[in-house]
């Protein structure tokens, strides 16, 4: 597993940590029972606080994600059908919003977007 931490971003850095090990998880990339790297470990290999990786763990393990038993580490944890879907759903919702930000931008109106829509789903 790979992770990148963006400094400039807006986005905090446990944030971005949580998101990274969710979508590894969720895309299969981490399976069920797969070890995660201590938080030392961790934060010394991204150049981090300990205690950031700590929130971004503690906030994995409030989600259902992993699983930390005290003393041996933090484990992935099995992950729900329903929730890979939701995720996917989700990212393309977010994409889409995206995309309607970018056209109302140049000054598409929402009726030539849904026309354009409409035109690429029966090309496709």
Not at 28 to 51: H, Q, W, Y
Request: charge should be negative; glycine fraction near 6%; charged fraction near 30%.
């Amino acid at each position: 597993m790979k992770l990148i931490i963006q400094h400039s971003s807006m986005t905090p850095i446990y944030e971005q940590l949580v998101e990274q090990v969710k979508a590894a998880i969720i895309q299969g990339e981490l399976k069920e029972n797969d070890s995660l790297p201590s938080v030392r470990t961790l934060a010394k290999e991204l150049k981090i606080s300990a205690l950031t990786v700590k929130k971004a763990y503690d906030a994995l393990d409030q989600e259902g994600m992993i699983t930390t038993v005290h003393g041996k580490g933090s484990f992935v944890c099995g992950v729900d059908p329903s929730l890979k879907w939701e995720e996917q759903l989700k990212g393309i919702q977010d994409e889409l919003e995206g995309i309607i930000t970018k056209a109302r931008l140049v000054g598409l109106s929402d009726q030539e977007l849904k026309e354009l829509m409409e035109l690429i789903l029966e090309e496709s």
